[in-house]
């Protein structure tokens, strides 16, 4: 039997990777988050648990049935670094080895460590203090908040696993007091358990590659054994070796606590690229199919281009191999493309070339000027700002020297508004005005973000000892050395991440106060209390909802709700701003929602802008669908782009576009256009599906319709018949934007 070529090999592998997808729906039922690849432990060794992602949401997921390990605390909780970098070590230990003869590389994870650990947050260090507040406005806090920052995988490929322990073992010497002894136990637990995993990979793949069954592949699978016999101990060597350092690496993350920071690929994986280029050992379709198999076994986010310190260009020819790998899988995968001024502009038309002929929302873009530029506002160097890589759904953070608990906290504007609305009608009704209401909300919003810095210096102060960054402190500068956590003063720079949510929600919520009770004095405030109380039930309530909704909506252009909706993003800028925690920490404004958007809907009743009680809110900074008839792309644009935080942490804009627009390479060069413009004025990343409204709506009616269909649902992407009912409804409603 003939050896197969590299397409069909990568046939090979989309079809296991369905197959194990379809396996997931089933068992796991929906997941409204990123598309994990983790492959359910086997039938007799699995049950099904309800846990908290890393990123908040709650989720099923599949744990060894066998494997139930239980902390020394009385709780039962796994604190602390000795004893969590214990027991992970032993959950690498539970996995049988997995090696696919068609992939070039070895490996998969089959749970999550977060699943085992409960209760998540030790319950001696209580916030009891912070909780009446936090639940007033509904915060997602950030305390217990796991990773959301990037490692620096240099420091992985210069050292190796052995290195990386010798490394330990060095420091250990050095710092002798309780909390970086502690610090290290973990670590070095950490580090054996990849290597016993490692090893017992390298010794399947061996076995395998005597089968009959895989003859075809036999020369494949002793590679891989070769190459993971000597990734125990050593660093990569080639282009292969390093993809597969690297999937070892995040796949560890993953099992971990569900990171999924990876930064520029084409930057750390480029030495190995260009040295094998130069001596002839590597063509461009062997390092395209290795990334292929690094992509389709981990989805994590990587920048492509982009640049370097001096501001300089980076892209180079494996930034555009990153995207023929992603191109020739179709499935999802985490991509972000660069646009700037000195960025190779053919980096972007290929990606929206990409976008066009595949459908699957991949790749995005990245504003690197507004972001780098936002970076150095907080007082750093515009160098740092360009070191920055992206690393999550909306994110950055320096490799290796940034904590940030990126896109893990967020303040609910419409949480907010609902406190700021019935503190106002509990005044005498003299008092009660739009104006009125505004200064309600400014004075909330503010405390909502000085309750967020208190729950901010809590999670600082405590995270160490409940549930450190183990696997990220080993590839950051400052752990190792200084034997302390990134979350307790590891790494050399802290800037935590703020996001508002539901700005749409809000503007559109004053705008209809203002025009329907104010000025044409259409409504009471009272009966609109009443209106919202009741849900808007009953035919004059739903009469008042369709008025309400009615007027000029945020995103409509020169609208009052365009200038309430800069009043309420401008104002949340600045109270994140105008001081650090009371710890000292800075903050760093941004405007996303992520999944959340359907979770934090189930926080907040009926708004005036016509939203029912616990619909989704409005996605970060965009208006909500159907805020014109016309849903003009450049009115998006520029509504989102007005209110930009600016400070680094972004504001992303989730744009749909029908595949038609596109017909021609005049229609492509349009859409080139609409990016860079949004960038110029002022935008920081894009997220945009070009979907076919016809196969969406089968899908969304019969996801086994389309079981291999891919959206862009925010920040991430994912198989459409993973998602619930509820998020499927959020992609349809963009798409049908012009009834709404």
């Known amino acids: 039997m003939r050896e197969p070529t590299y397409a069909e090999r990568i046939d090979m592998l989309r079809r296991t990777k369905m197959r194990h997808t379809q396996e997931k729906q089933r068992v796991l039922g929906p997941l409204d988050m990123d598309d994990l690849p983790v492959i359910l432990p086997p039938e007799d060794r699995r049950s099904v648990v309800r846990i908290v992602s890393g990123s908040g949401l709650a989720m099923s997921d599949a744990v060894f049935s066998d494997f139930r390990p239980k902390g020394r605390h009385p709780s039962g909780g796994i604190f602390g670094a000795r004893e969590c970098g214990e027991t992970f070590r032993e959950l690498m230990a539970a996995h049988p080895p997995y090696v696919d003869p068609a992939s070039s590389l070895a490996g998969a994870y089959m749970t999550h460590f977060i699943s085992l650990r409960d209760p998540a947050w030790n319950p001696d260090f209580d916030y009891a203090h912070l909780r009446r507040e936090q639940e007033l406005y509904r915060l997602h806090h950030g305390i217990g908040a796991v990773q959301h920052f990037c490692q620096d995988m240099t ?215 507004r972001t780098s530029e936002g970076f150095a506002r907080n007082g750093y160097p515009i160098a740092l700002g360009r070191e920055r890589a992206y690393s999550g759904c909306h994110w950055c953070a320096i490799p290796g020297r940034e904590y940030t608990v990126n896109d893990c906290v967020k303040v609910n504007f419409a949480a907010v508004f609902d406190v700021a609305l019935r503190a106002m009608m509990a005044e005498p009704a003299e008092a009660r005005s739009t104006q009125a209401l505004w200064t309600h909300f400014a004075r909330h919003l503010r405390r909502s973000v000085e309750v967020v810095a208190l729950s901010l210096d809590y999670h600082m102060d405590h995270m160490y000892r409940v549930f450190p960054e183990l696997h990220l402190d080993l590839l950051c500068s400052g752990p190792i050395e200084k034997g302390r956590d990134a979350t307790h003063g590891g790494v050399e720079f802290y800037n935590l991440c703020v996001d508002g949510a539901g700005l749409a929600t809000v503007a559109d919520s004053f705008a209809a106060i203002e025009q329907r009770i104010e000025r044409e004095r259409h409504m009471t405030w009272e009966r609109l209390l009443d209106l919202i109380d009741g849900n808007w039930r009953g035919e004059e309530g739903e009469r008042a909802r369709l008025m309400m909704k009615s007027v000029p909506r945020y995103g409509s252009g020169s609208s009052r709700a365009d200038a309430w909706g800069l009043a309420v993003a401008g104002a949340f800028t600045s109270f994140v701003k105008e001081k650090k925690t009371p710890a000292g920490f800075t903050m760093i404004p941004g405007l996303f929602s992520w999944a959340a958007t359907i979770v934090m809907g189930k926080d907040v009743g009926a708004t005036p802008n016509g939203r029912r009680a616990f619909d989704p809110i409005s996605h970060g900074p965009n208006p909500d669908p159907g805020f014109r008839r016309d849903s003009a792309p450049t009115a998006l644009a520029l509504a989102v782009a007005a209110v930009q935080p600016g400070y680094g942490n972004t504001a992303p804009m989730q744009i749909e576009l029908d595949p038609g627009i596109a017909r021609g390479s005049g229609d492509l060069d349009r859409v080139v256009a609409l990016i860079r413009t949004h960038f110029e004025q002022g935008g920081t990343q894009i997220n945009m599906n070009i979907l076919d409204r016809r196969a969406v709506m089968e899908a969304h009616r019969d996801p086994s319709t389309h079981p291999d269909l891919v959206v862009r649902v925010t920040g991430f992407s994912a198989y459409f018949a993973s998602l619930s009912p509820a998020m499927r409804q959020i992609v349809v409603d963009r798409i049908l934007c012009e009834d709404a």
């Open 155 to 369: 420091i992985g490929f210069t050292l190796g696993w052995g290195g990386i322990r010798e490394k330990i073992c060095r420091y250990r010497a050095l710092n002798t007091d309780d909390e970086a002894q502690e610090l290290y136990d973990g670590l070095e637990a950490v580090v054996c358990g990849f290597q016993d995993w490692i090893d017992r990979h390298a010794r399947e793949a061996a076995r395998m590659a005597e089968e009959p069954a895989h003859a075809h592949l036999g020369e494949n699978l002793r590679e891989i054994a070769r190459i993971n016999g000597r990734l125990v101990t050593e660093p990569p060597r080639t282009f292969r070796e390093a993809c597969q350092w690297t999937l070892w690496y995040q796949l560890g993350g993953k099992m971990y606590n569900m990171g999924g920071s990876l930064g520029r690929i084409d930057q750390f994986l480029r030495p190995f690229y260009e040295r094998e280029k130069s001596a002839g050992t590597l063509t461009d379709e062997e390092a395209t199919f290795h990334l292929a198999c690094l992509f389709i076994a981990d989805t994590s986010y990587t920048q492509l281009g982009g640049p370097d310190a001096a501001g300089g260009d980076t892209t180079n020819p494996l930034s555009f191999l990153v995207l023929e790998a992603a191109h020739r899988l179709r499935v999802p995968v985490n991509v972000g493309v660069s646009v700037g001024r000195n960025v190779d502009p053919r980096l972007l038309r290929r990606g929206v070339e990409i976008l066009f002929e595949d459908r699957t929302g991949i790749p995005k873009f990245l504003g690197v000027d």
